[in-house]
Protein backbone atom coordinates (compact mmCIF):
# COMPACT_ATOMS: atom_id res chain seq x y z
CA UNK A 1 0.00 0.00 0.00
CA UNK A 2 1.69 2.92 -1.33
CA UNK A 3 1.70 6.07 1.43
CA UNK A 4 0.06 8.47 -1.08
CA UNK A 5 -3.30 5.33 -0.59
CA UNK A 6 -2.71 5.98 3.67
CA UNK A 7 -2.75 9.42 3.50
CA UNK A 8 -5.77 9.74 1.47
CA UNK A 9 -7.18 6.61 4.18
CA UNK A 10 -5.88 9.14 7.31
CA UNK A 11 -7.83 12.00 5.66
CA UNK A 12 -10.99 9.87 5.23
CA UNK A 13 -10.80 9.00 8.85
CA UNK A 14 -11.09 12.04 10.05
CA UNK A 15 -14.66 12.83 9.24
CA UNK A 16 -16.79 11.58 12.40
CA UNK A 17 -19.98 11.93 10.48
CA UNK A 18 -21.46 14.50 12.43
CA UNK A 19 -23.04 16.38 9.48
CA UNK A 20 -22.16 19.76 9.95
CA UNK A 21 -21.42 19.92 6.03
CA UNK A 22 -24.40 19.17 5.41
CA UNK A 23 -25.91 22.59 5.90
CA UNK A 24 -23.40 24.36 4.13
CA UNK A 25 -22.95 21.69 1.05
CA UNK A 26 -24.73 23.87 -1.81
CA UNK A 27 -25.85 20.02 -3.77
CA UNK A 28 -27.10 18.93 -0.41
CA UNK A 29 -29.14 21.73 -0.02
CA UNK A 30 -30.23 21.49 -3.14
CA UNK A 31 -31.13 17.81 -3.90
CA UNK A 32 -31.33 16.75 -0.08
CA UNK A 33 -29.47 13.80 -1.24
CA UNK A 34 -26.88 12.16 1.05
CA UNK A 35 -24.46 11.19 -1.55
CA UNK A 36 -24.74 15.21 -3.15
CA UNK A 37 -22.90 16.10 0.98
CA UNK A 38 -19.36 15.70 1.60
CA UNK A 39 -20.21 13.26 4.01
CA UNK A 40 -21.46 11.16 0.97
CA UNK A 41 -18.68 11.37 -1.14
CA UNK A 42 -15.92 10.46 1.22
CA UNK A 43 -18.18 7.19 1.86
CA UNK A 44 -18.10 6.43 -1.54
CA UNK A 45 -14.09 7.52 -1.75
CA UNK A 46 -13.78 5.27 0.90
CA UNK A 47 -15.43 2.14 -0.89
CA UNK A 48 -13.51 2.90 -3.91
CA UNK A 49 -10.40 2.55 -1.67
CA UNK A 50 -11.85 -0.66 -0.32
CA UNK A 51 -11.55 -1.90 -3.79
CA UNK A 52 -15.37 -1.14 -5.29
CA UNK A 53 -15.69 -0.36 -8.87
CA UNK A 54 -16.62 3.11 -9.69
CA UNK A 55 -20.36 3.23 -10.46
CA UNK A 56 -21.86 5.66 -13.17
CA UNK A 57 -24.31 6.76 -10.32
CA UNK A 58 -20.63 7.33 -7.80
CA UNK A 59 -19.02 9.38 -10.70
CA UNK A 60 -21.76 11.35 -11.06
CA UNK A 61 -22.39 12.52 -7.38
CA UNK A 62 -18.07 13.16 -7.52
CA UNK A 63 -19.19 15.23 -10.81
CA UNK A 64 -21.81 17.18 -8.91
CA UNK A 65 -19.49 18.56 -6.12
CA UNK A 66 -18.25 21.85 -6.78
CA UNK A 67 -15.51 21.91 -5.25
CA UNK A 68 -16.32 25.18 -3.28
CA UNK A 69 -15.08 23.92 0.17
CA UNK A 70 -17.93 25.59 2.38
CA UNK A 71 -17.79 22.23 4.29
CA UNK A 72 -14.12 22.59 5.44
CA UNK A 73 -15.25 25.68 6.71
CA UNK A 74 -17.94 24.00 8.60
CA UNK A 75 -16.09 21.14 9.56
CA UNK A 76 -15.31 20.88 13.37
CA UNK A 77 -12.82 17.94 13.23
CA UNK A 78 -11.02 19.59 10.33
CA UNK A 79 -10.78 17.15 7.76
CA UNK A 80 -9.48 18.03 4.50
CA UNK A 81 -12.29 17.44 2.25
CA UNK A 82 -10.10 19.13 -0.79
CA UNK A 83 -7.44 16.12 -1.05
CA UNK A 84 -10.47 13.76 -1.15
CA UNK A 85 -12.44 15.54 -3.78
CA UNK A 86 -9.64 15.77 -6.19
CA UNK A 87 -8.51 12.40 -5.91
CA UNK A 88 -12.30 11.33 -6.32
CA UNK A 89 -12.05 13.52 -9.74
CA UNK A 90 -8.83 12.00 -11.27
CA UNK A 91 -10.58 8.28 -10.55
CA UNK A 92 -13.88 9.52 -12.34
CA UNK A 93 -11.58 11.35 -15.55
CA UNK A 94 -9.98 8.20 -16.02
CA UNK A 95 -12.76 5.84 -15.54
CA UNK A 96 -15.07 8.08 -17.84
CA UNK A 97 -12.91 8.80 -20.18
CA UNK A 98 -11.76 4.99 -20.87
CA UNK A 99 -8.67 6.09 -21.29
CA UNK A 100 -5.77 7.46 -18.51
CA UNK A 101 -6.05 11.42 -18.37
CA UNK A 102 -4.13 13.16 -20.90
CA UNK A 103 -0.15 12.74 -19.00
CA UNK A 104 -1.56 9.79 -17.05
CA UNK A 105 0.70 7.63 -18.68
CA UNK A 106 4.13 7.56 -19.39
CA UNK A 107 4.12 10.63 -21.68
CA UNK A 108 1.43 12.97 -22.73
CA UNK A 109 1.63 13.32 -26.70
CA UNK A 110 -1.69 15.42 -26.60
CA UNK A 111 -2.32 18.77 -28.10
CA UNK A 112 -2.02 20.35 -24.66
CA UNK A 113 1.89 20.53 -25.06
CA UNK A 114 1.75 22.05 -28.45
CA UNK A 115 -1.35 24.54 -27.18
CA UNK A 116 0.95 25.76 -24.36
CA UNK A 117 4.22 26.81 -26.24
CA UNK A 118 1.16 28.49 -28.37
CA UNK A 119 0.16 30.79 -25.23
CA UNK A 120 3.78 31.32 -24.01
CA UNK A 121 5.60 28.80 -24.44
CA UNK A 122 7.26 25.49 -22.38
CA UNK A 123 10.18 25.74 -24.56
CA UNK A 124 13.33 26.05 -22.31
CA UNK A 125 10.87 25.28 -19.13
CA UNK A 126 13.23 21.77 -18.03
CA UNK A 127 11.05 18.89 -17.02
CA UNK A 128 7.73 20.68 -18.50
CA UNK A 129 7.09 17.35 -20.15
CA UNK A 130 6.70 15.07 -17.16
CA UNK A 131 5.57 11.96 -16.37
CA UNK A 132 2.34 11.06 -14.55
CA UNK A 133 0.98 13.67 -11.92
CA UNK A 134 -1.58 13.29 -9.14
CA UNK A 135 -3.73 15.48 -8.10
CA UNK A 136 -4.05 16.35 -4.18
CA UNK A 137 -0.23 14.58 -3.29
CA UNK A 138 -3.20 11.94 -2.77
CA UNK A 139 -4.04 10.33 -6.48
CA UNK A 140 -1.97 7.46 -6.58
CA UNK A 141 -2.55 5.47 -9.91
CA UNK A 142 -1.73 2.35 -7.61
CA UNK A 143 -6.14 3.58 -5.87
CA UNK A 144 -7.37 4.25 -9.69
CA UNK A 145 -10.27 2.30 -10.28
CA UNK A 146 -11.96 0.73 -12.80
CA UNK A 147 -15.59 1.47 -13.85
CA UNK A 148 -18.40 -0.04 -14.72
CA UNK A 149 -19.43 -0.13 -18.31
CA UNK A 150 -21.93 2.91 -17.72
CA UNK A 151 -19.47 5.01 -16.60
CA UNK A 152 -18.11 6.60 -19.70
CA UNK A 153 -18.95 9.37 -20.75
CA UNK A 154 -21.22 9.90 -23.97
CA UNK A 155 -20.07 11.08 -26.64
CA UNK A 156 -21.46 14.65 -26.44
CA UNK A 157 -19.95 14.87 -23.14
CA UNK A 158 -16.60 14.08 -24.16
CA UNK A 159 -16.71 16.54 -26.99
CA UNK A 160 -18.11 19.43 -24.82
CA UNK A 161 -15.35 18.74 -22.11
CA UNK A 162 -12.80 18.23 -25.01
CA UNK A 163 -13.36 21.70 -26.46
CA UNK A 164 -13.10 23.37 -23.21
CA UNK A 165 -10.05 22.25 -21.93
CA UNK A 166 -8.66 23.02 -25.61
CA UNK A 167 -9.65 26.61 -25.06
CA UNK A 168 -10.12 27.89 -21.68
CA UNK A 169 -6.89 27.26 -20.60
CA UNK A 170 -5.18 29.57 -24.04
CA UNK A 171 -5.73 32.98 -23.72
CA UNK A 172 -5.02 33.09 -27.66
CA UNK A 173 -7.95 30.89 -28.24
CA UNK A 174 -10.06 31.82 -25.89
CA UNK A 175 -9.77 35.76 -27.52
CA UNK A 176 -9.79 34.57 -31.03
CA UNK A 177 -13.70 33.39 -30.05
CA UNK A 178 -14.68 37.07 -28.78
CA UNK A 179 -14.41 38.37 -32.09
CA UNK A 180 -17.68 36.32 -33.47
CA UNK A 181 -18.99 36.98 -29.76
CA UNK A 182 -19.07 40.54 -29.86
CA UNK A 183 -20.40 40.17 -33.89
CA UNK A 184 -23.32 38.11 -31.98
CA UNK A 185 -23.57 40.86 -29.02
CA UNK A 186 -24.09 43.51 -31.34
CA UNK A 187 -26.64 42.21 -33.76
CA UNK A 188 -28.81 40.40 -30.76
CA UNK A 189 -28.12 37.22 -32.35
CA UNK A 190 -26.57 36.10 -28.74
CA UNK A 191 -30.02 37.01 -27.08
CA UNK A 192 -32.12 35.74 -29.30
CA UNK A 193 -30.38 32.30 -29.11
CA UNK A 194 -29.95 32.32 -25.63
CA UNK A 195 -33.95 33.29 -25.36
CA UNK A 196 -34.29 30.04 -27.63
CA UNK A 197 -34.08 26.23 -26.87
CA UNK A 198 -31.93 25.29 -29.90
CA UNK A 199 -28.28 26.07 -28.51
CA UNK A 200 -29.49 23.56 -25.14
CA UNK A 201 -30.93 20.89 -27.52
CA UNK A 202 -27.52 21.15 -29.63
CA UNK A 203 -25.43 20.68 -25.92
CA UNK A 204 -26.60 22.68 -22.39
CA UNK A 205 -23.30 23.64 -22.42
CA UNK A 206 -23.18 25.44 -25.51
CA UNK A 207 -26.60 27.20 -23.70
CA UNK A 208 -24.93 28.08 -20.76
CA UNK A 209 -22.31 29.88 -22.67
CA UNK A 210 -24.06 31.79 -24.27
CA UNK A 211 -26.18 33.01 -21.44
CA UNK A 212 -22.76 33.83 -19.15
CA UNK A 213 -21.31 34.88 -22.37
CA UNK A 214 -19.89 38.60 -20.99
CA UNK A 215 -20.44 42.04 -22.73
CA UNK A 216 -17.89 44.34 -24.03
CA UNK A 217 -15.60 45.48 -21.12
CA UNK A 218 -17.05 49.17 -19.94
CA UNK A 219 -12.99 50.34 -20.67
CA UNK A 220 -11.31 48.30 -23.18
CA UNK A 221 -7.72 48.01 -22.38
CA UNK A 222 -5.35 49.81 -24.78
CA UNK A 223 -2.93 47.01 -25.94
CA UNK A 224 -1.23 44.68 -23.77
CA UNK A 225 0.09 46.02 -19.94
CA UNK A 226 3.66 46.62 -19.96
CA UNK A 227 6.21 44.22 -18.04
CA UNK A 228 6.78 46.44 -15.68
CA UNK A 229 4.74 48.84 -13.75
CA UNK A 230 7.24 51.30 -11.76
CA UNK A 231 5.86 52.06 -8.28
CA UNK A 232 4.37 55.68 -7.45
CA UNK A 233 6.27 57.33 -5.00
CA UNK A 234 9.07 55.58 -2.50
CA UNK A 235 9.27 51.56 -3.51
CA UNK A 236 7.89 49.25 -0.84
CA UNK A 237 8.02 45.93 -3.14
CA UNK A 238 8.80 44.14 -5.93
CA UNK A 239 6.05 42.03 -7.33
CA UNK A 240 4.78 39.91 -9.88
CA UNK A 241 1.24 39.98 -11.16
CA UNK A 242 -0.66 36.79 -12.48
CA UNK A 243 -2.82 37.39 -15.15
CA UNK A 244 -4.98 34.58 -16.14
CA UNK A 245 -6.75 33.20 -18.99
CA UNK A 246 -10.04 34.05 -18.64
CA UNK A 247 -9.38 37.02 -16.96
CA UNK A 248 -7.16 38.59 -19.00
CA UNK A 249 -9.47 37.93 -22.12
CA UNK A 250 -12.99 38.70 -20.40
CA UNK A 251 -11.80 41.19 -17.64
CA UNK A 252 -8.69 42.74 -19.01
CA UNK A 253 -9.90 46.11 -17.10
CA UNK A 254 -9.43 44.11 -13.77
CA UNK A 255 -5.61 43.43 -14.45
CA UNK A 256 -5.13 46.99 -15.21
CA UNK A 257 -6.78 48.09 -12.34
CA UNK A 258 -4.87 45.78 -10.47
CA UNK A 259 -1.58 46.77 -11.67
CA UNK A 260 -2.55 50.59 -11.04
CA UNK A 261 -3.24 49.58 -7.68
CA UNK A 262 -0.34 47.55 -6.72
CA UNK A 263 1.92 50.61 -7.89
CA UNK A 264 -0.30 53.25 -6.48
CA UNK A 265 0.83 51.53 -2.97
CA UNK A 266 4.38 51.67 -3.67
CA UNK A 267 5.09 48.28 -5.66
CA UNK A 268 7.08 47.51 -8.72
CA UNK A 269 5.05 45.15 -10.63
CA UNK A 270 5.98 41.97 -13.08
CA UNK A 271 3.91 40.92 -15.39
CA UNK A 272 5.56 38.60 -17.12
CA UNK A 273 5.17 38.18 -20.99
CA UNK A 274 3.53 34.91 -22.40
CA UNK A 275 1.55 33.96 -19.21
CA UNK A 276 -1.93 31.57 -19.50
CA UNK A 277 -3.18 29.15 -17.22
CA UNK A 278 -2.49 28.67 -14.11
CA UNK A 279 -3.81 25.53 -14.23
CA UNK A 280 -6.32 25.61 -11.82
CA UNK A 281 -9.18 24.76 -14.20
CA UNK A 282 -7.53 21.64 -15.16
CA UNK A 283 -6.62 21.04 -11.25
CA UNK A 284 -10.40 21.60 -10.12
CA UNK A 285 -11.59 19.31 -12.74
CA UNK A 286 -9.72 16.17 -12.16
CA UNK A 287 -6.98 16.40 -15.01
CA UNK A 288 -3.88 16.21 -13.04
CA UNK A 289 -1.05 16.22 -15.46
CA UNK A 290 -2.37 18.99 -17.52
CA UNK A 291 -2.88 21.07 -14.44
CA UNK A 292 1.18 20.07 -13.28
CA UNK A 293 2.00 21.21 -16.78
CA UNK A 294 0.32 24.82 -16.50
CA UNK A 295 2.19 24.74 -12.74
CA UNK A 296 5.57 24.13 -14.27
CA UNK A 297 5.58 26.54 -16.47
CA UNK A 298 4.07 28.92 -14.20
CA UNK A 299 6.64 28.47 -11.23
CA UNK A 300 9.44 29.16 -14.69
CA UNK A 301 8.36 32.43 -15.79
CA UNK A 302 8.07 33.73 -12.16
CA UNK A 303 11.31 32.19 -11.03
CA UNK A 304 12.83 34.69 -13.39
CA UNK A 305 10.61 37.44 -12.39
CA UNK A 306 13.06 37.62 -8.92
CA UNK A 307 9.95 39.25 -6.83
CA UNK A 308 9.42 39.52 -3.56
CA UNK A 309 5.59 38.03 -4.02
CA UNK A 310 3.29 37.11 -6.68
CA UNK A 311 0.17 38.64 -6.28
CA UNK A 312 -3.28 36.70 -7.52
CA UNK A 313 -6.71 38.89 -8.16
CA UNK A 314 -8.51 35.37 -9.31
CA UNK A 315 -9.70 33.39 -6.33
CA UNK A 316 -9.26 29.89 -8.20
CA UNK A 317 -6.21 30.48 -9.03
CA UNK A 318 -5.29 31.45 -5.88
CA UNK A 319 -5.91 28.78 -4.65
CA UNK A 320 -4.69 26.22 -6.83
CA UNK A 321 -1.66 28.16 -6.79
CA UNK A 322 -0.89 27.84 -3.27
CA UNK A 323 -1.20 24.49 -3.50
CA UNK A 324 1.34 23.59 -6.03
CA UNK A 325 3.90 21.93 -3.86
CA UNK A 326 1.15 19.20 -3.10
CA UNK A 327 0.20 19.11 -6.65
CA UNK A 328 3.79 18.10 -7.72
CA UNK A 329 4.86 16.51 -4.51
CA UNK A 330 5.55 12.44 -5.72
CA UNK A 331 5.95 12.76 -9.09
CA UNK A 332 9.44 11.50 -10.77
CA UNK A 333 11.10 13.99 -11.25
CA UNK A 334 11.67 15.37 -14.90
CA UNK A 335 15.52 15.86 -16.03
CA UNK A 336 16.97 17.94 -16.24
CA UNK A 337 16.55 19.62 -12.93
CA UNK A 338 16.71 23.27 -12.14
CA UNK A 339 19.23 25.29 -10.68
CA UNK A 340 18.43 28.64 -9.13
CA UNK A 341 20.36 31.69 -9.41
CA UNK A 342 23.19 31.38 -6.39
CA UNK A 343 22.44 27.41 -5.90
CA UNK A 344 25.37 24.68 -6.57
CA UNK A 345 22.91 21.72 -6.89
CA UNK A 346 20.07 21.51 -8.67
CA UNK A 347 16.32 22.14 -7.07
CA UNK A 348 13.52 20.17 -7.81
CA UNK A 349 10.05 20.69 -8.76
CA UNK A 350 8.88 19.90 -5.51
CA UNK A 351 10.70 22.37 -3.88
CA UNK A 352 10.28 24.78 -6.58
CA UNK A 353 6.38 24.54 -6.05
CA UNK A 354 7.66 25.27 -2.41
CA UNK A 355 9.43 28.31 -2.85
CA UNK A 356 6.47 29.83 -5.22
CA UNK A 357 3.54 28.89 -3.44
CA UNK A 358 5.09 30.82 -0.46
CA UNK A 359 4.96 34.26 -2.24
CA UNK A 360 1.42 33.69 -3.73
CA UNK A 361 -0.85 36.34 -1.98
CA UNK A 362 -4.39 37.11 -2.86
CA UNK A 363 -4.88 40.97 -4.00
CA UNK A 364 -6.43 41.49 -0.84
CA UNK A 365 -4.34 39.74 1.48
CA UNK A 366 -0.65 40.95 0.22
CA UNK A 367 -2.61 44.93 0.30
CA UNK A 368 -3.69 44.46 3.67
CA UNK A 369 -0.47 43.13 4.82
CA UNK A 370 1.53 45.65 2.96
CA UNK A 371 -0.90 48.34 4.61
CA UNK A 372 -2.36 51.70 2.68
CA UNK A 373 -0.45 54.53 1.32
CA UNK A 374 -1.80 56.15 -1.30
CA UNK A 375 -5.05 58.39 -0.13
CA UNK A 376 -8.57 57.40 -0.73
CA UNK A 377 -10.60 59.47 -2.16
CA UNK A 378 -14.70 59.09 -1.17
CA UNK A 379 -16.99 56.48 -3.22
CA UNK A 380 -20.39 56.82 -2.64
CA UNK A 381 -22.40 53.98 -3.34
CA UNK A 382 -23.82 50.75 -1.40
CA UNK A 383 -22.01 47.80 -2.46
CA UNK A 384 -22.95 44.14 -1.52
CA UNK A 385 -19.98 41.90 -1.42
CA UNK A 386 -19.58 37.99 -2.72
CA UNK A 387 -17.48 35.88 -0.61
CA UNK A 388 -16.05 33.94 -3.65
CA UNK A 389 -15.61 30.56 -2.56
CA UNK A 390 -11.89 29.84 -3.62
CA UNK A 391 -10.98 33.02 -1.29
CA UNK A 392 -12.99 32.35 1.58
CA UNK A 393 -13.24 28.76 1.86
CA UNK A 394 -10.40 27.41 0.41
CA UNK A 395 -7.75 30.21 1.39
CA UNK A 396 -10.11 31.23 4.30
CA UNK A 397 -9.31 35.17 3.69
CA UNK A 398 -12.98 37.00 4.22
CA UNK A 399 -11.45 40.02 6.63
CA UNK A 400 -8.64 41.63 4.36
CA UNK A 401 -11.33 42.58 1.65
CA UNK A 402 -13.84 43.99 4.14
CA UNK A 403 -11.29 45.92 5.74
CA UNK A 404 -9.40 47.39 2.42
CA UNK A 405 -13.57 48.42 1.33
CA UNK A 406 -14.35 50.01 4.92
CA UNK A 407 -11.09 52.23 4.40
CA UNK A 408 -12.89 53.73 1.36
CA UNK A 409 -14.90 57.01 2.38
CA UNK A 410 -18.51 57.07 1.54
CA UNK A 411 -18.26 53.45 0.48
CA UNK A 412 -21.51 51.33 2.31
CA UNK A 413 -20.81 47.54 2.32
CA UNK A 414 -23.37 45.46 3.08
CA UNK A 415 -23.24 41.49 3.56
CA UNK A 416 -25.66 39.14 1.30
CA UNK A 417 -27.78 36.49 3.25
CA UNK A 418 -26.20 33.26 3.34
CA UNK A 419 -23.20 34.63 1.86
CA UNK A 420 -20.54 31.48 2.42
CA UNK A 421 -22.80 29.62 -0.36
CA UNK A 422 -22.10 28.90 -3.95
CA UNK A 423 -23.12 31.36 -6.76
CA UNK A 424 -22.53 28.01 -8.45
CA UNK A 425 -19.87 29.41 -10.86
CA UNK A 426 -16.83 27.31 -9.87
CA UNK A 427 -14.42 27.15 -12.58
CA UNK A 428 -16.64 25.14 -15.49
CA UNK A 429 -19.47 23.35 -13.35
CA UNK A 430 -21.70 25.97 -15.01
CA UNK A 431 -20.90 24.85 -18.28
CA UNK A 432 -20.93 20.42 -17.45
CA UNK A 433 -23.76 20.71 -14.59
CA UNK A 434 -25.91 24.14 -15.92
CA UNK A 435 -29.36 23.32 -14.14
CA UNK A 436 -27.41 22.94 -10.59
CA UNK A 437 -25.58 26.56 -11.36
CA UNK A 438 -28.41 28.20 -12.46
CA UNK A 439 -30.49 27.29 -9.34
CA UNK A 440 -27.40 28.69 -7.43
CA UNK A 441 -26.77 31.56 -9.76
CA UNK A 442 -30.67 32.32 -8.97
CA UNK A 443 -30.44 32.25 -5.09
CA UNK A 444 -27.47 34.31 -5.46
CA UNK A 445 -28.92 37.08 -7.61
CA UNK A 446 -32.00 36.66 -5.15
CA UNK A 447 -29.49 37.33 -2.18
CA UNK A 448 -28.46 40.58 -4.08
CA UNK A 449 -31.46 42.12 -4.76
CA UNK A 450 -32.23 41.57 -1.17
CA UNK A 451 -29.69 43.80 -0.03
CA UNK A 452 -30.59 46.87 -2.01
CA UNK A 453 -27.21 47.48 -3.61
CA UNK A 454 -26.39 48.96 -6.60
CA UNK A 455 -23.09 47.70 -6.89
CA UNK A 456 -22.02 43.75 -6.53
CA UNK A 457 -18.13 43.36 -5.22
CA UNK A 458 -16.41 39.83 -6.11
CA UNK A 459 -12.92 38.32 -6.43
CA UNK A 460 -13.42 35.87 -8.99
CA UNK A 461 -14.42 36.33 -12.97
CA UNK A 462 -16.13 33.17 -12.74
CA UNK A 463 -18.60 34.55 -9.73
CA UNK A 464 -18.84 37.52 -11.72
CA UNK A 465 -20.01 36.49 -14.87
CA UNK A 466 -22.43 34.14 -12.85
CA UNK A 467 -23.87 36.80 -11.05
CA UNK A 468 -24.14 39.36 -13.82
CA UNK A 469 -25.52 36.68 -16.09
CA UNK A 470 -28.34 35.92 -13.90
CA UNK A 471 -29.07 39.34 -12.86
CA UNK A 472 -28.95 40.71 -16.54
CA UNK A 473 -31.42 37.92 -17.15
CA UNK A 474 -34.10 39.64 -14.64
CA UNK A 475 -33.21 42.82 -16.14
CA UNK A 476 -31.03 44.03 -13.21
CA UNK A 477 -28.71 46.91 -13.81
CA UNK A 478 -26.60 45.98 -11.02
CA UNK A 479 -22.69 46.23 -12.21
CA UNK A 480 -20.41 43.64 -10.98
CA UNK A 481 -17.08 44.57 -10.06
CA UNK A 482 -13.90 43.03 -8.82
CA UNK A 483 -12.06 44.22 -5.61
CA UNK A 484 -9.44 46.32 -7.72
CA UNK A 485 -11.64 48.20 -9.82
CA UNK A 486 -13.32 49.93 -6.71
CA UNK A 487 -9.84 50.34 -5.01
CA UNK A 488 -8.49 51.70 -8.38
CA UNK A 489 -11.52 54.01 -8.62
CA UNK A 490 -11.28 55.17 -4.98
CA UNK A 491 -7.29 55.95 -5.16
CA UNK A 492 -8.27 57.74 -8.53
CA UNK A 493 -11.02 59.75 -7.54
CA UNK A 494 -13.13 58.67 -10.01
CA UNK A 495 -16.92 58.34 -9.54
CA UNK A 496 -18.98 55.52 -9.07
CA UNK A 497 -20.65 56.22 -12.69
CA UNK A 498 -17.16 54.84 -13.41
CA UNK A 499 -17.91 51.17 -12.42
CA UNK A 500 -21.22 51.19 -14.49
CA UNK A 501 -23.35 52.34 -11.35
CA UNK A 502 -26.93 53.70 -12.41
Not at 282 to 306: C, D, N, P, V, Y
Not at 352 to 371: P, T
Not at 372 to 379: G, V
Amino acid sequence: MSDEHDQLRSVIKDCVHCGFCLPACPTYQLWGEEMDSPRGRIYLANQVLDGAELTAAAAEHFDRCLGCMACMTACPSGVQYDQVIEAARVWTEEARSGEPVPGTGPRDAGPARGAEAEDGGLAGVDGAEGPSARAGGTTDRSISPKGGADVKRRLRDRAVRAAIFSVFPYPRRLRALTGPLRAAQRTGLDRRLARGTLPDRVSPALGAALRLAPPRPREAARGVLPERVAARGPRRAVVGMLTGCVQSVFFPQVNAATARVLAAEGCDVIIPRGQGCCGALSLHSGRAEEAARFARRTIAQFERAGVDAVVVNSAGCGSAMKEYERLLAGLPEPDPTFALAGQEESVSWVARAGALSGKVRDLAEFLAELGPAAPRHPLPVTAAYHDACHLAHAQRITRQPRELLSAIPSLRVVELPDAGMCCGSAGVYNLLQPGAARELGRRKADAVLATGARLVISANPGCTLQITAELGRRGESIAAVHTAEILDASIRGLPAGSLGVR
